[in-house]
Structure formats: structure tokens, C-alpha cells
């Protein structure tokens, strides 16, 4: 380990905002471009962050933004689902919060389907992945079904492919919260999900946990997911995905996404959106807190002992 690692591990925080800039995905996935410039949202203090972006339109063309929002200073909170509207210069022009189910949530994985758009945010902590439908004249999310119980899956993300719904996620049990990988498959977005037959399907650090939205290009599936190897957030793998049934799985790391180096936000990325031309990501900048990077590391630590 480097002097500058050491030093973000021993005394730094990380602070998360999202970014936001105007680029061709295809573009970026064809020439394998590791790195672009983002415009970031400012945060509102030093002990604010936002993260897990993902992006849609709504019925007027309007970009909205929906995101984890947490404080980092206050370790008894926790992650709740945030709503914003972005104008063309990727300013917010309002928001509201729109999940809060008491206990952490985060990632709000969006997915369309027959004129509706879903919504499926991360609540390993209550150990059940939900789907809400989006209302969007109350910007509200509405009518909670329950796609898996009584599992603690990370970052659930599906999509449709040769007539089923995959679900991928890791599974937050035995500290394999990032290098689980396990799939789930259904013939309807709303379930019966059935485990596939070779769960883990995959065990690494790099490139298990998902990082975003599937995005398909040429009849190609590209998964981005996270790279944990270091440290967590260190940056995207954009894997491509070479064969998927209910028997089979198999992936190859297709190029690494990393951080905005030109920004504040330059030590760490792990979620990527796209939407027509715009990209969403987060980024990590790291703050010197010393007398909070230890009273985090003995809450955890605490916390861990009475379990």
C-alpha cells in the first residue's frame, strides 16, 4: 500500500456527489473510453453526500434524478431515495424525497416497460427486494410488490433478455456484500424469481457488484459493475456478458471506467446511467476527518461485536 493510500485509509472520508456530462455511450463502449468530464451537482456541506444515480424522462422531456441522499457525520441515519429535476445545464430546479422506509435504502435501479417506468431500490437492510411502480403526476413511488424475500441482495438490477428477467445482485451475508455475484431469472418483470443453478456465479472483488444499468449495444450485453479490489468505489469494470441461460453464465472484462481525474471527485466511481446523450456517474472525493474516519471505524466495529 502507497503513503497516499495509507493516508486515506487512516484519516480521510469519503464524500460522494454525482456528475453529469453530454457523451455518445456507444462511443465511449466502442473506443473504450476509460475517463471523460463531468459536471458535478454541488453538495450542500462538507458532511452531505449523494450517490447511486440513475436517470428518465418524464412525460415532457424533463430529466429526472433519482439518488441515495445520506449524511456521513450522522451514523445514525441512514439512506433514503431522493427525487430531482435537472435542467439542460444539469442544475437541479427542485426535489423531494420519495422513499423512506426507516432503515437504509439506496441504488434505485429504474427499468420501463409498456408505457410504465419501475423503480427498485436497494433494501438489503429489511432483506427483501421491492418493485414500485412511478406515479408521475404525484412524482411518487406507488404500489410496493415484493420480487424476493428474506434475501439481502446488493444492487438488484434487471433486465429482459431471450424472454426473461434477469436479476443480478450480491449478496450482503458473510462479508461478501461486493464479490458474490448471484442471478436470478423470471418469465415476468413481477416474478416468480427462481436462483440460478450455478449461484455465485461469479466470485471477485472486481467486476461482481452491479454498477448501473445493462446497457446493449449491436446485440451485445455490457454489465458495468463495480471494482472493489483496493477499496470500494475504486472504479467501474464494464464487463461483456458472453453467454446467459438458466444453465450458464459467463462474462469478460471488456474495459475499466475510471474517476474524473480533472475534478474533486477523482478517487472513486461505482455507478454509471445512461440516457439518450447524457451520463449520469458518482464520484468520491477524500476529506481529511481523522476524528470521524475513527469514530465510524469503532461504531462499525461495535456494531460487529454485539452480532
Given amino acids: 500500500m502507497n503513503l497516499n493510500k495509507l493516508y486515506n485509509k487512516l484519516f480521510c472520508v469519503m464524500q460522494w456527489s454525482i456528475g453529469f456530462c453530454n457523451a455518445d455511450i456507444r462511443q465511449v463502449i466502442k473506443e473504450k473510453k476509460s475517463q471523460l468530464s463531468f459536471k458535478w451537482l454541488p453538495l450542500a456541506n462538507s458532511s452531505y453526500s449523494i450517490a447511486d444515480p440513475f436517470i428518465f424522462k418524464d412525460n415532457s422531456g424533463n430529466l429526472n434524478l433519482l439518488y ?60 427483501k427486494v421491492s418493485i414500485f411502480e412511478y406515479n408521475f403526476g404525484t412524482q411518487s413511488l406507488t404500489n410496493e410488490k415484493v420480487l424476493v424475500n428474506d434475501l439481502p441482495l446488493l444492487d438488484s438490477t434487471i433486465f429482459k433478455y431471450n424472454s426473461k428477467y434477469w436479476l443480478f445482485a450480491t449478496l450482503a451475508e458473510n462479508g461478501f456484500d461486493h464479490s458474490h455475484l448471484h442471478i436470478y431469472y423470471s418469465d415476468s418483470l413481477s416474478g416468480n424469481y427462481q436462483p440460478h443453478k450455478n449461484n455465485p456465479v461469479k466470485i471477485n472483488l472486481d467486476g461482481s457488484r452491479p454498477a448501473g444499468n445493462i446497457i446493449f449495444i449491436d446485440n451485445e450485453i455490457y454489465r458495468p459493475a463495480q471494482n472493489c479490489s483496493i477499496h470500494y468505489g475504486e472504479s467501474i469494470s464494464i464487463n461483456k456478458v458472453i453467454k446467459l441461460s438458466e444453465n450458464e453464465f459467463e462474462e469478460e472484462l471488456y474495459f475499466k471506467f475510471f474517476p474524473d481525474k480533472s475534478s474533486a471527485f477523482n478517487s472513486g466511481v461505482h455507478t454509471l446511467n445512461v440516457i439518450d446523450d447524457v451520463i449520469v456517474i458518482d464520484g468520491i472525493k477524500m476529506l481529511f476527518k481523522p476524528w470521524l474516519k475513527w469514530k465510524l471505524f469503532l461504531q462499525k466495529k461495535i456494531k460487529n461485536n454485539s452480532h
Avoid: Q, W
Fill in 68 to 127: 441515495e441522499d445520506f449524511s456521513m457525520t450522522d451514523t445514525t441515519n441512514y439512506g433514503k431515495i431522493v427525487l430531482s429535476i435537472i435542467d439542460k445545464d444539469f442544475c437541479i430546479t427542485s426535489s423531494k424525497k420519495v422513499l423512506d422506509i426507516k432503515s437504509h435504502s439506496s441504488y434505485p435501479f429504474i427499468i420501463s416497460e409498456n408505457g410504465s417506468t419501475y423503480v427498485i431500490p436497494e433494501t438489503s437492510a429489511v432483506r
